[in-house]
């Protein structure tokens, strides 16, 4: 049997679940944001923890790993990356004077606003440009709310 038409059912199945559903969409939307992001020597994750520290602020690398769901030793290299860069800093927590904070420098937010936002609203609106903007901004406010109930991740 061709493993290709073997698999045919199966995918036509999973294509109708919500969690596969959302799977391929994230998929879709890393994998065209890392394209896009790559002549900016950029990846997903990246954008994912200067997107965090400006919405949350400075935060410890073991935090910005729990909240974006990376492990530790990667977490490490993610920031050291972008501590060469000059786009993020390690500082003394003022809570804690024995750890350490991460925190966005002008750099980063300047990269942010100019580069990053505007990349991944192209890529966005590339692949959900065919809903109509009430459909969209209902996706939305559906994933932010399974989102913040703790359903997803």
Known sequence: MDG???SAPATEMLAGTTGWLLHETARRVVAETEEA?????LRWRDYGVLGLLQAAGPLSQQEIGRRLGVDRS????LIDALEERGLVERARDPADRRAYAVRLTGAGHALLADVLRPVTETV???LLGGLAAEDRAHLDRVLAHLADQGVIG
């Not at 990667?74 to 290299?77: A, D, I, N």
């Open 124 to 126: 966005h609106d590339r």
């Open 4 to 6: 290709a038409r073997g």
């Open 74 to 77: 990667t977490m490490v290299h």
């Open 37 to 41: 992001l790559r002549g900016e020597g």
